[in-house]
Structure formats: C-alpha cells, structure tokens
C-alpha cells in the first residue's frame, strides 16, 4: 500500500531528462569544464522538456551570481593569498610546532594543527594543502615520516579547508538551499574542530605503532618557555583569524564584511613587516582570480539547472523512488552518506553541491532531518573525497609538490578516511553535533 502510494507521487521521467543526463556525465567524462557541462545539460534539459522557458538559462547567469554571499569567496581566497606571501603562515606553524614538541608525532600533529589554522582563514582545501605542503613535507621526512604518509598527512589536513568556517562549500550551499552563510559556519565549527581531532588521533596512533618521530623530552617550564617565545614571534598572526571568528560569531559581521576586514588586515600586516609589495598584486589577483574563475560559473549555471529539475518533479521522484526501496530512516541516511562520498571521489564539490544539495534535501526533509545537520554532514561526507581517488585534489596537490605517485599517497591516507568516515556518521545520528552552537 506504502509502496502504491508513492508511486502515485512519483513523476514519469523519460528521454528528455536521461539524454541530458547522459550529455553531462559525457562530457565530464571527456575533462569539458564542469561549468560548460552543466551549462550544455541545462540547455538541452529546457529544450527537450519545454517546462521552463529556454530564456531562463540567460537569466540564471546573471542572478545565479547576484548574491552579495558570494563576494566572500575571493575575498577569503586572497586572504589565503597573502598569508602564504607574507610569511604569516610560517607564524601558524611556529606556534603549532611549540604547542606539540613535547609529543611523539610532535611535528606530525604541529602540520595537522596548521592546517586547521590555516583553513580558518582560507576556506580552500587546495589552497591548505599547497601552502603548508610547502613548508611541512620536507621536515616530516626528515622526522622519520615515510614521504607518502608524509604527503597523505598534509592530503587529509587541509580536508579541513571546507569544514572548518570559513568555507566557501557553506556559503555555495547556504546559497543553493536559501540558508545563511554564518549560521552554516556556526553550526559547523564543532564538526570542523572534530574532523580536526580525527585526523590528529590517527597520525598519534600511526606513529606510536610504527615510531616514525620520537617526542622531545620536555618540562613544563621548558615547553611553557617555547609555546611563549612562539608566541611573542608570532601573535599577531592570530589577529586575521580571531577578527573572522569573532566579527561571524558575534554576529557583529557578515562572511563578506569578515573577508574583506581578514585581507585588509593581512594586507596591512605584509606592509608594515616589508613582505608585501606593490608589485606582489597583480600576481595575487590573477591566482585568486583563477580559483573563483572555476567557482562562480559553476554555481550561475547550476539556478537554470535546479528550477529546470524542480520543474520536471526531479526531486519528488528521487524521494519517492529511494523511500520505496528502502523505508528505515537509518538506512536512508547511509544511502545519501554512500551518494555524497561516491559524489566526492570523482567531482569537485561545488558541482556536488549545486546538483546533489537540491535532489538529497527532500530526501533528508521526509525522514525528518534539519536542514542544518543536512548541509554539515553533506559539506563533511564531500570533504572525504579530497583524499580518495580518482579525483582526490588534495592527492593531486601534493603529489604535485613532492613527484610522488597519487596511488602510494591514497593506499596511506585510508586509515584517514576511515576516522573521517567516523565523524560523517557521528554527525548525520547525532543532530547536537551540528546544532549545539546555535542554541
């Protein structure tokens, strides 16, 4: 009976949804820009089915983009720009490294503790994965690390670019599924700081077994001695990140109004240290621009897309099928954890997000999940795909660096993958985890 009645909601799709499907699977496929992909999707997806005006395609360019949201995304892009230019980052690891030398797997836990630094300035996984590969990968070999597991390391740290705030995968989805930027952050600050913690446990329990690097003996008075030296090196390095922090938890600023105070300040910071000069500019503008370059047409494209797959009843038959097939809410939510993660392994995320969070959100609504909890664990379960292959960007990023075979980096970063995986399902069974900061 269950069975007949959804089938009653269920919308008959035909041709003219499975060939533009095809299309944009083709030409993926064939390494077409994802942007032009869905773009081509879109428009075959109109003129097939003739539920939508083709005309909304040149509309949805402009107001796909027409969010005031959206100018944090390079604005925290050359945030991360200027950090590594200037030296900054350098600071993070200062005081990560004088945080943790008194422990086995000391520098080990130093780049895992940087990266999470870094990735709440930047909101990029790449970006992470670049800078402090640059600066860890070397001295970790020289620790005793064996360099794959040195770069699958760094790989599985900068997952926290997206997952802790500031993203830029929440505020693509926050603008997908109407929902705000800065409760999205605040809601995901303890699923970031525990992602964190997973990645560090695992790097503790791997060196303990197989004593890659020994821990400096240290007293209290002494390592106390190192943390302030650290620290009065470096503590104004800690200004950009606590005024993200405390302008969007305060509520005081918006994403956008914190963005564009973190690279004022970055800027100002460069100048008066002599490591930033006029001449730097136009260099960090073209880098920046190219990773926004690959973002915002992604997510122009993607408006057209939705209306037209909302249009078709895409989503209602997307429900109704996968509740027919399996009805425990339990069981659903492994099925949208093993989407995301599949999702993950051969997409970017921000394609993922603007073609899966409009087709799983009312799935996630019929068993009765918030929506908060929805985008965290969404945004958490893409964040494993940085490190599986056969996409892996963050492999790809310092395989890159090092010359080192994506294949050995990925066989070392599974043991990271499955602590990750740990907390996707912490997340999406225990609401509190994502909810807790917003009561």
Same mark, same amino acid.
């Given at each position: 009976m269950l069975w007949q009645q959804m089938q009653q909601g *269920?919308?008959?799709?035909?041709?003219? $949804?499975?060939?533009?499907? #095809?299309? $944009?699977?083709?030409?993926v496929a064939l390494a077409v820009p994802v942007w032009v992909a869905i773009g081509a999707a879109s428009v075959m997806l109109l003129t097939a089915s003739q539920v939508l005006p083709l005309s909304l395609v040149g509309e949805g360019l402009f107001s796909g983009i027409d969010h005031f949201a959206l100018t944090a995304i390079p604005l925290f892009i050359l945030t991360g720009d200027v950090l590594v230019r200037t030296g900054l980052s350098r600071k993070f690891l200062d005081v990560a490294e004088a945080l943790t030398n008194w422990t086995r797997g000391g520098f080990g836990s130093a780049t895992v503790l940087v990266c999470g630094m870094f990735s709440a300035i930047s909101g990029s996984d790449a970006a992470g994965a670049a800078a402090v590969g640059r600066m860890t990968i070397e001295r970790l070999v020289e620790s005793g690390y064996p360099r794959p597991y040195a770069c699958a390391l760094v790989a599985a740290g900068a997952c926290t670019g997206i997952l802790i705030p500031p993203s830029i995968a929440y505020i693509v989805i926050g603008l997908v599924l109407g929902i705000s #930027?800065?409760?999205? &952050?605040?809601?995901?600050?303890?699923?970031?700081?525990?992602?964190?913690?997973?990645?560090? #446990?695992?790097?503790?329990?791997?060196?303990?077994?197989?004593?890659?690097?020994? %821990?400096?003996?240290?007293?209290?008075?002494?390592?106390? *001695?190192?943390? %302030?030296? *650290?620290?009065?090196? %470096?503590?104004? #390095? &800690?200004i950009v990140p606590g005024v993200i922090f405390w302008g969007i938890f305060s509520g005081r600023l918006t994403p956008t109004e914190a963005g564009a105070s973190a690279v004022t300040i970055t800027i100002a910071m460069g100048f008066v240290m002599g490591t930033l000069k006029l001449a730097d500019f136009p260099s960090m503008m073209v880098s920046s621009a190219?990773?926004? %370059?690959?973002?915002v047409p992604i997510v122009a494209m993607s408006l057209p897309l939705?209306?037209?797959?909302?249009?078709?009843?895409?989503?209602?038959? &997307?429900v109704y099928t996968m509740t027919g097939f399996v009805s425990e809410p339990w069981m659903l939510i492994l099925v949208m954890i093993a989407i995301l993660v599949a999702a993950g392994c051969v997409m970017e995320t921000t394609p993922n997000i603007v073609i899966l969070a409009p087709l799983l959100k009312p799935l996630a609504d019929e068993i009765?999940?918030?929506?908060?909890? &929805?985008?965290?664990?969404?945004i958490t379960a893409l964040g494993v795909g940085f490190i599986t292959p056969p996409l892996g960007l963050n492999l790809f990023v310092v395989s890159g660096l090092t010359g080192e075979s994506v294949l050995r980096i990925s066989a070392r970063a599974v043991p990271f993958v499955l602590f990750m995986l740990t907390v996707v399902l912490l997340i999406a069974f225990a609401p509190a985890v994502s909810t807790l900061m917003l009561s």
């Open positions: *269920a919308v008959a799709l035909d041709w003219t $949804f499975y060939l533009p499907v #095809a299309a $944009f699977l083709l030409l #930027a800065s409760t999205l &952050f605040k809601a995901a600050l303890i699923p970031g700081v525990l992602i964190l913690a997973a990645i560090l #446990a695992t790097n503790t329990v791997l060196n303990r077994r197989h004593a890659w690097e020994q %821990g400096h003996a240290l007293s209290l008075s002494e390592w106390l *001695a190192n943390l %302030g030296r *650290a620290l009065a090196r %470096g503590w104004y #390095a &800690f190219k990773v926004n %370059g690959v973002i939705a209306q037209a797959l909302s249009a078709m009843g895409v989503p209602q038959s &997307f009765g999940m918030n929506e908060i909890q &929805f985008c965290v664990m969404m």
